[in-house]
């Protein structure tokens, strides 16, 4: 800390400090400003090729008058100005999640400030982590409100809630199939205006070439080539704005008083049910919006206000108003409205632009769906599909292989099938409509949940903000014959594979919950469970957060034996965006210490990703290790929460203290801890055959250097006075067993439908369900578990 010196030199220094210290806050705000730009911007600023095209399509193309354009460009202005800039900039980027927003930050406010959640597996030790209340929205004080009250009682508002959030899901993955269809659609079809020979069907070529290019490179990751995206958008944003001056003091200088509201007026007055049926198009001036309030934990809140108001809102107000001038002396080119207003000794450089942006946009759309799909899953509403992490410096960059094929046939149907950006603009405009308006629905119940709002100010809200976006979108399905149907289809395809899922595993949850161990069993069977223990670690997976999972008690009916340290593994997600790992993992004890039968619950935020090099089994050990200690010491950990017999364990800084690790080439060197020492030979051999060493042996030459590496370690106990000489003993013998062995249990459990059960219910389980966890990726490959220590318990269970 920097003391001020005697006199006045101190506290000069003092003030060039904290100057400083503006200085860097300003400078980072600027840096992630202009970084924005590429990330969150990329879809806003590609709307002015397709806008006004879309708008006058149908039967508006019969009023060429010059106030209907000046009307047009009116309700673009107004529609600007109340949603992205007073709702989402104003209001929703003031809105977060532990700094991240977007549909599903909004759903975990909900979820942990009112009992909304359909999480099965909820304790109370999760109420304890840091980032669990905010001391911004805290209401534990507070007293709940009758509408609070009502929500809660009524358990049909949870699954109306989750229907919500999973319909917003599903259109954004719908957003995900057309922003790229239309953005680079309606970039190359800038040919027809310099092309002689350019028709549709070249157009739609060229298009689906760069779309392959783009989506087949998507296993790279971006975070190579992202460094330009931030520039690209930013030349063409003030291409854009220097077209539309020249458009403005070429065409027709008058186009400012089109910000009058008086020519809204004139316009419907003028167009009637046909100006109506146009708010469909003028909608597509804001597509993009949200991603600022999606992709608020990548940026601050003040640095994309800063990039909105400074670059954003001018550039494309100005491009806006400069096109309206163009087209109110050239109402003939209202389908090529952007490149025909383009001088033609810049066509090719703002072309290329153009392109390049749509390519931006793209991506930022495609990056969108997978964040979605990743966080759905998370919250168990999504099929187990592989993550992969594209960065290792840049935290969130992921990619799914089976979406990203998925994609590519979606999106490459989309744009053969239709072939028109009108149509797919139809298409955009009702599925980037309907995520405004969940967004709106969900912060109208934050508003009174979360904040503690009156129901007034809610409601209100929702009036203000919900009934603009409700006509937008009445408007918009006007033309579900004309390609509006496409978002409906694929938003009911993804929501009923979501919800169809989220059901099936909460009754299997509830299946396994019903069927767990009783302890008075446990205890009944002596520390030994009637059973041999062999040298090694037993990691069970399980689903129960409590009690013992009906899958042990196969194992103790029908085989001899099992390993000598039993630990049961219970991952889960919580609420809350991201979890420290320090904070991750939840240590306790199952019966009396001669069982040593441990639980280990990890727990997850909705946007952490498990990383494949992650090692488990040393987190595993070194997190059992830190609990016998601390139990011995009859403490808590510190800063931590205790659950019953479930403690947190931060394995940062008094584990390496008592254990350490260290890597060998070589499985046959000794393991030792003070004057007891053993060889991982020995411990081997007497639980494994020659033939399971050697088919070991083959297996650790052949998987990736990342799974083997994990057999090539050696833990060692340091030498150390302990209070009780059974705590040394406990250590040494976890330590043994795993170097003698690590497997895995994983209950393999089907649930199917009872014979009585409804039509609808057969469908959903036996049909359905069963349909997506026979193609979806089984929890060992989810897990990252070596297939040849991995063990199945199949189970059935009818529901």
Same mark, same amino acid.
């Given at each position: 800390?920097?003391?001020?010196?005697?006199?006045?030199?101190?506290?000069?220094?003092?003030?060039?400090?904290? %100057?400083?210290?503006?200085?860097?806050?300003?400078?980072?705000?600027?840096?992630?400003?202009?970084? +924005?730009?590429?990330?969150?911007?990329?879809?806003?600023?590609?709307?002015?090729?397709?806008?006004? =095209?879309?708008?006058?399509?149908?039967?508006?193309?019969?009023?060429?008058?010059?106030?209907?354009? @000046?009307?047009?460009?009116?309700?673009?202005?107004?529609?600007?100005?109340?949603?992205?800039?007073?709702?989402?900039?104003?209001?929703?980027?003031?809105?977060?999640?532990?700094?991240?927003?977007?549909? @599903?930050?909004?759903?975990?406010?909900?979820?942990?400030?009112?009992?909304?959640?359909?999480?099965?597996?909820?304790?109370?030790?999760?109420?304890?982590?840091?980032?669990?209340?905010?001391?911004?929205?805290?209401?534990?004080?507070?007293?709940?409100?009758?509408?609070?009250?009502?929500?809660?009682?009524?358990?049909?508002?949870?699954?109306?809630?989750?229907?919500?959030?999973?319909?917003?899901?599903?259109?954004?993955?719908?957003?995900?199939?057309?922003?790229?269809?239309?953005? *680079?659609?309606?970039?190359?079809?800038?040919?027809?205006?310099?092309?002689?020979?350019?028709?549709?069907?070249?157009?739609?070529?060229?298009?689906?070439?760069?779309?392959?290019?783009?989506?087949?490179?998507?296993?790279?990751?971006?975070?190579?080539?992202?460094?330009?995206?931030?520039?690209?958008?930013?030349?063409?944003?003030?291409?854009?704005?220097?077209?539309?001056?020249? $458009?403005?003091?070429?065409?027709?200088?008058?186009?400012?008083?089109?910000?009058?509201?008086?020519?809204?007026?004139?316009?419907?007055?003028?167009?009637?049910?046909?100006?109506?049926?146009?708010?469909?198009?003028?909608?597509?001036?804001?597509?993009?919006?949200?991603?600022?309030?999606?992709?608020?934990? %990548? @940026?601050?809140?003040?640095?994309?206000?800063?990039?909105?108001?400074?670059?954003?809102?001018?550039?494309?107000?100005?491009?806006?108003?400069?096109?309206?001038?163009?087209?109110? =002396?050239?109402? +003939?080119?209202?389908?090529?409205?952007?490149?025909?207003?383009?001088?033609?000794?810049?066509?090719?450089?703002?072309?290329?632009?153009?392109?390049?942006?749509?390519? *931006?946009?793209? %991506?930022?759309?495609?990056?969108?769906?997978?964040?979605?799909?990743?966080?759905?899953?998370?919250?168990?509403?999504?099929?187990?599909? =592989?993550?992969?992490?594209?960065?290792?410096?840049?935290?969130?960059?992921?990619?799914?292989?089976?979406?990203?094929?998925?994609?590519?046939?979606?999106?490459?149907?989309?744009?053969?099938?239709?072939?028109?950006?009108?149509?797919?603009?139809?298409?955009?405009?009702?599925?980037?409509?309907?995520?405004?308006?969940?967004?709106?629905?969900?912060?109208?119940?934050?508003?009174?949940?979360?904040?503690?709002?009156?129901?007034?100010?809610?409601?209100?809200?929702?009036?203000?903000?919900?009934?603009?976006?409700?006509?937008?979108?009445?408007?918009?399905?006007?033309?579900?014959?004309?390609?509006?149907?496409?978002?409906?289809?694929?938003?009911?395809?993804?929501?009923?594979?979501?919800?169809?899922?989220?059901?099936?595993?909460?009754?299997?949850?509830?299946?396994?919950?019903?069927?767990?161990?009783?302890?008075?069993?446990?205890?009944?069977?002596?520390?030994?469970?009637?059973?041999?223990?062999?040298?090694?670690?037993?990691?069970?997976?399980?689903?129960?957060?409590?009690?013992?999972?009906?899958?042990?008690?196969?194992?103790?009916?029908?085989?001899?034996?099992?390993?000598?340290?039993?630990?049961?593994?219970?991952?889960?997600?919580?609420?809350?965006?991201?979890?420290?790992?320090?904070?991750?993992?939840?240590?306790?004890?199952?019966?009396?210490?001669?069982?040593?039968?441990?639980?280990?619950?990890?727990?997850?935020?909705?946007?952490?990703?498990?990383?494949? $090099?992650?090692?488990?089994?040393?987190?595993?050990?070194?997190?059992?290790?830190? @609990?016998?200690?601390?139990?011995?010491?009859?403490?808590?950990?510190?800063?931590?929460? *205790?659950?019953?017999?479930?403690?947190?364990?931060?394995? +940062?800084?008094?584990?390496?203290?008592?254990?350490?690790?260290?890597?060998?080439?070589?499985?046959?060197?000794?393991?030792?801890?003070?004057?007891?020492?053993?060889?991982?030979?020995?411990?081997? +051999?007497?639980?494994?055959?020659?033939?399971?060493?050697?088919?070991?042996?083959?297996?650790? %030459?052949?998987?990736?250097?990342?799974?083997?590496?994990?057999?090539?370690?050696?833990?060692?106990?340091?030498?150390?006075?302990?209070?009780?000489?059974?705590?040394?003993?406990?250590?040494?013998?976890?330590?043994?067993?795993?170097?003698?062995?690590?497997?895995?249990?994983?209950?393999?459990?089907?649930?199917?439908?009872?014979?009585?059960?409804?039509?609808?219910?057969?469908?959903?389980?036996?049909?359905?369900?069963?349909?997506?966890?026979? $193609?979806?990726?089984?929890?060992?490959?989810?897990?990252?578990?070596?297939?040849?220590?991995?063990?199945?318990?199949?189970?059935?269970?009818?529901?």
């Amino acid at each position: 800390m920097l003391l001020p010196l005697p006199g006045n030199n101190g506290l000069h220094v003092c003030f060039l400090f904290k %100057q400083a210290q503006i200085r860097n806050q300003h400078k980072r705000v600027l840096l992630l400003a202009y970084q +924005s730009l590429g990330i969150v911007f990329g879809s806003l600023s590609t709307s002015p090729l397709y806008v006004y =095209k879309i708008t006058f399509s149908g039967w508006l193309q019969h009023y060429q008058t010059e106030d209907a354009v @000046f009307g047009a460009c009116s309700l673009i202005f107004w529609t600007f100005m109340l949603l992205p800039l007073f709702k989402y900039v104003v209001i929703m980027l003031s809105v977060d999640d532990n700094g991240e927003g977007g549909t @599903f930050a909004l759903y975990s406010l909900l979820c942990r400030h009112a009992k909304l959640c359909l999480l099965p597996n909820h304790q109370a030790a999760d109420e304890d982590l840091s980032t669990y209340f905010s001391p911004r929205y805290s209401n534990r004080n507070i007293p709940p409100s009758v509408f609070k009250r009502y929500v809660e009682k009524h358990k049909n508002t949870r699954t109306g809630l989750l229907l919500v959030v999973l319909f917003g899901a599903s259109m954004v993955i719908a957003i995900g199939v057309i922003t790229p269809s239309i953005t *680079v659609l309606s970039s190359i079809e800038g040919l027809k205006v310099r092309v002689k020979n350019a028709d549709d069907r070249m157009v739609v070529a060229i298009t689906c070439f760069v779309l392959v290019c783009l989506i087949v490179r998507q296993h790279h990751g971006t975070h190579r080539v992202g460094i330009t995206f931030a520039p690209i958008v930013l030349l063409w944003l003030l291409s854009v704005a220097l077209l539309g001056i020249y $458009n403005i003091t070429k065409w027709n200088p008058r186009i400012y008083q089109a910000l009058s509201p008086y020519y809204i007026y004139k316009f419907f007055r003028n167009t009637g049910k046909d100006g109506w049926i146009s708010l469909g198009g003028i909608f597509l001036c804001i597509t993009g919006t949200e991603a600022m309030f999606a992709d608020l934990g %990548q @940026f601050t809140a003040t640095s994309m206000r800063v990039a909105f108001f400074v670059v954003i809102y001018p550039c494309l107000m100005l491009q806006y108003t400069g096109q309206a001038a163009f087209l109110s =002396k050239n109402f +003939s080119a209202v389908d090529i409205s952007f490149y025909a207003s383009v001088p033609e000794p810049l066509f090719w450089p703002v072309f290329v632009l153009a392109i390049s942006t749509g390519i *931006v946009a793209s %991506q930022a759309a495609i990056s969108e769906t997978f964040s979605i799909v990743q966080q759905c899953q998370a919250l168990g509403c999504f099929p187990r599909v =592989k993550i992969v992490h594209t960065s290792r410096w840049i935290h969130g960059k992921i990619y799914i292989p089976e979406i990203n094929w998925i994609l590519m046939i979606l999106i490459l149907t989309v744009t053969l099938g239709f072939g028109d950006t009108t149509l797919m603009g139809n298409a955009y405009g009702i599925a980037y409509m309907s995520v405004t308006l969940v967004t709106t629905l969900l912060m109208t119940l934050a508003i009174t949940l979360v904040w503690h709002k009156t129901l007034v100010l809610a409601l209100s809200f929702l009036l203000l903000f919900g009934s603009m976006e409700i006509i937008f979108l009445s408007s918009s399905y006007m033309r579900i014959h004309r390609g509006g149907w496409l978002p409906i289809m694929l938003s009911s395809v993804f929501l009923a594979v979501m919800y169809v899922w989220h059901y099936g595993s909460r009754r299997k949850y509830l299946s396994d919950q019903q069927n767990r161990i009783p302890m008075k069993r446990i205890l009944s069977l002596g520390p030994s469970l009637g059973i041999i223990r062999t040298p090694g670690i037993g990691v069970i997976y399980t689903e129960l957060a409590t009690g013992v999972p009906a899958t042990f008690s196969h194992f103790l009916t029908n085989l001899p034996s099992f390993y000598q340290v039993i630990v049961f593994v219970c991952i889960k997600t919580i609420h809350v965006p991201y979890i420290s790992h320090k904070e991750r993992y939840l240590i306790g004890r199952i019966g009396p210490k001669a069982y040593q039968m441990y639980r280990c619950i990890i727990r997850y935020g909705y946007k952490d990703v498990h990383k494949s $090099n992650e090692d488990f089994e040393y987190n595993l050990v070194m997190s059992i290790a830190e @609990f016998i200690q601390l139990e011995s010491e009859g403490s808590r950990t510190p800063d931590g929460s *205790v659950d019953g017999r479930l403690a947190v364990v931060r394995t +940062s800084e008094k584990t390496g203290m008592r254990m350490v690790m260290s890597e060998s080439a070589n499985l046959g060197e000794s393991y030792g801890s003070g004057s007891s020492s053993w060889t991982g030979s020995a411990a081997l +051999s007497s639980s494994k055959s020659a033939t399971l060493r050697r088919l070991q042996a083959l297996y650790e %030459q052949e998987v990736p250097a990342h799974l083997s590496r994990r057999r090539h370690v050696r833990y060692q106990l340091l030498d150390k006075n302990y209070k009780h000489p059974h705590v040394k003993e406990e250590l040494l013998e976890l330590v043994e067993a795993k170097h003698a062995e690590v497997a895995y249990v994983i209950g393999h459990s089907y649930i199917k439908a009872r014979r009585n059960s409804s039509f609808l219910k057969k469908l959903a389980v036996d049909v359905a369900y069963s349909f997506l966890r026979r $193609n979806c990726r089984s929890p060992g490959v989810a897990l990252h578990i070596p297939h040849i220590s991995l063990i199945m318990a199949g189970m059935n269970y009818y529901v």
